[in-house]
């Protein structure tokens, strides 16, 4: 009876991840074109988070902790000016990629980041205070 329906349904994504890849174009720049790879390891008492971003200044990255979750923004910009034989080229290439992460019971105060070789390493202290977990009685 509804077997039609997950056709189209399958279709509509399709063409979704198509407009998706359209307006999510690299422009260039390596970090930006599959987006960003990171690896997130547990310790002990903190998170490290390592981000390959290569091919930026760390003047374009932002991190952002807010309400558990952590945002890693890009953006690059750059313009090409060009003059030669009466012919003016100039172009501009634009280009934004975010990842976001939800990381609970993290001292935010603590939150530390380097940004070395094309990868960004964010260390995330753990809140020991925090409990995740408690044990409810009933009654």
Same mark, same amino acid.
């Given at each position: ?57 760390? %003047?374009? +990255?932002?991190?952002? /902790?807010? @309400?558990?979750? &952590?945002? !890693?923004?890009?953006?690059?910009? =750059? ?29 935010? %105060?603590? +939150?530390?980041?380097? /940004?070395? @070789?094309?990868? &960004?390493? !964010?260390?995330?202290?753990?809140? =020991? ?11």
């Amino acid at each position: 009876m509804f077997g039609g329906l997950v056709p189209f349904n399958r279709r509509t994504r399709e063409i979704e991840n198509i407009f998706e890849r359209m307006f999510h174009e690299d422009f260039g720049l390596p970090a930006l074109s599959t987006g960003m790879r990171v690896d997130i390891k547990e310790e002990e008492k903190q998170y490290v988070l390592e981000a390959e971003i290569p091919g930026v200044d760390k %003047e374009q +990255i932002n991190i952002d /902790y807010r @309400n558990d979750y &952590l945002t !890693i923004s890009v953006e690059n910009t =750059e313009e090409v000016n060009e003059e030669r034989d009466h012919y003016i080229r100039r172009e501009r290439k634009m280009g934004r990629t975010s990842r976001s992460f939800y990381v609970e019971n993290i001292r935010s %105060e603590g +939150i530390q980041a380097k /940004y070395e @070789n094309g990868i &960004l390493k !964010i260390v995330l202290p753990k809140d =020991e205070n925090k409990k995740t977990t408690k044990r409810i009685e009933i009654q």
